[in-house]
T-cell receptor
C-alpha cells in the first residue's frame, strides 16, 4: 500500500542555518503531497502542498518540490528561526480513492537554537 | 482558515469507563471527518472515517465496538472509547475536509484530545 518515509529526527540547528528534511513516498496512483507542522501543544497545520509532478509548494519561507522521478518531496528552508521549532510531517493523499485519506510519515522533530 | 475544535482537550478516566470526544467544524460543513491516534513521538495513525448519515469506515485492526463513532450532523462527529484501558491512553486527533473541497485534498485538524486511562 501507499506509504511515506521521513528522515528520523531530532534535527537540531542553529538559527539562520539551512534546513532539509527528506521525504520519500510510495503510491500506486498520482497522490497529492503535503507538509504539516505541529507546534508544541497545538494541532497539525498545513504548511504547504503540491498536487502534481514538478509543482513547488511554498509558505513561510519553506519550500518543497514534487519529484515524481525520485518519488520525493523534501522540505527546505534557507534560514530557520527559533520559532520554526516543531514537528514536521510529510503526508500523501491518493486522489484515486474519491475521498482524501491522508497517510503520514513518522514526523521529524526540529529544534532551532539561538 | 477553517477551524476544527475538539472537546475535551484533556481527559483522565478510570479503567473500565467510557469517554466521549467531540469534534466540531466551526465555520464549515463536513460530510466526512477523520479520526487519528498519535502515540508519543510517533506519527498519526488513521483509525476511522466518519460519514455523516451513515456508518463509519474503520481501518484494519481498529475495533469497531471499542471505538464508537457517530457523525450526528454536518458539523459534529463523536468518538467514544468504550471500557477504556490504560493501553487506550493516547492523543486522539480529528480532521475534516470542507465539503466539496476535494480538488486539493486539504484537511483541517483539531487540536487533539489527550486521553489518560488510569
Amino acid at each position: 500500500g501507499d506509504s511515506v518515509t521521513q528522515m528520523e529526527g531530532p534535527v537540531t540547528l542553529s538559527e539562520e542555518a539551512f534546513l532539509t528534511i527528506n521525504c520519500t513516498y510510495t503510491a500506486t496512483g498520482y497522490p497529492s503531497l503535503f507538509w504539516y507542522v505541529q507546534y508544541p501543544g497545538e494541532g497539525l497545520q498545513l504548511l504547504l502542498k503540491a498536487t502534481k509532478a514538478d509543482d513547488k509548494g511554498s509558505n513561510k519561507g519553506f519550500e518543497a518540490t514534487y519529484r515524481k522521478e525520485t518519488t520525493s518531496f523534501h522540505l527546505e528552508k534557507g534560514s530557520v528561526q527559533v520559532s520554526d521549532s516543531a514537528v514536521y510531517f510529510c503526508a500523501l493523499s491518493d486522489q484515486g480513492g474519491g475521498y482524501n485519506k491522508l497517510i503520514f510519515g513518522a514526523g521529524t522533530r526540529l529544534a532551532v537554537h539561538p | 482558515g477553517a477551524v476544527v475544535s475538539q472537546h475535551p482537550s484533556r481527559v483522565i478516566c478510570k479503567s473500565g469507563t467510557s469517554v466521549k470526544i467531540e469534534c466540531r467544524s466551526l465555520d464549515f460543513q463536513a460530510t466526512t471527518m477523520f479520526w487519528y491516534r498519535q502515540f508519543p513521538k510517533q506519527s498519526l495513525m488513521l483509525m476511522a472515517t466518519s460519514n455523516e448519515g451513515s456508518k463509519a469506515t474503520y481501518e484494519q485492526g481498529v475495533e469497531k465496538d471499542k471505538f464508537l463513532i457517530n457523525h450526528a450532523s454536518l458539523t459534529l462527529s463523536t468518538l467514544t472509547v468504550t471500557s477504556a484501558h490504560p493501553e487506550d491512553s493516547s492523543f486522539y486527533i480529528c480532521s475534516a475536509p470542507p465539503s466539496g473541497h476535494f480538488s486539493y485534498n486539504e484537511q483541517f485538524f483539531g487540536p487533539g484530545t489527550r486521553l489518560t486511562v488510569l
